[in-house]
């Protein structure tokens, strides 16, 4: 049984997993609820910031890529000038 | 907030048509979760119809023929708040997310497919990718 999938309004991301690059030392993961002009909106986000004490990026990207992030950030909107790319966590 | 039950019952069905149990208290999974002899799958269940849609489906192609788990359980994220949060303690190092899914084998977590890997796929691909797992790691019916 298909369920909600009706949610023409939003963006075609909205629900999927997404990387939100930024021109910056932030890299987001976390769904997509929306892009709008303010920019994209993420739902249970968490955030790598280059340069910052944990894993290095690709290492962080890996175990994202294998089993998700945790919700550190429940919402949060990556301001539209800052974006320089948005994929799909499972086409990174 | 929990869904309404009466809207989330049919997407309860498609998986206890197949022969899972229902695990809605934290007690229910804590006792199927004890039992660590051969394997067991774990389903959380959504309503979220970016994934859940296909992964019922999947789940329900994959148990057709082949190889398959001992045991199936199914927690329903959103609805059944305690027992998932159980289960998802069971899993580990691994961030929530629904729906999703976990293989374990003699009591260890084996295999986890997580909701982004579910997410914009039809239920044969995710048939298949449960399929590897169930060769890999249950025994064939007799």
Known sequence: MRTFREHEHKHDLHGIT????????????????DVVEAGVVLRDADVHREGEAGP????W?????????WPRHRHVVVPAARVTGVRRLAEI | MPYSPLLIRPMREELLAVGFEELSTAADVDRFLADTNGTALVVVNSVCGCAAGMARPGVRLALREGPRPDRLGTVFAGQDLEATARARAAFGDIPPSSPSMALFKGGELVWFLPRHRIERRDALDVAADLGAAFAEHCAVRA
């Open chain 1, 18 to 33: 997404v990387v939100v690059e930024t021109d910056g030392a932030e890299l987001w993961i976390g769904r997509c609820d």
């Open chain 1, 56 to 59: 290095p990026r690709a290492q």
């Open chain 1, 61 to 69: 990207l890996e175990r994202a890529r294998s089993f998700g992030v």
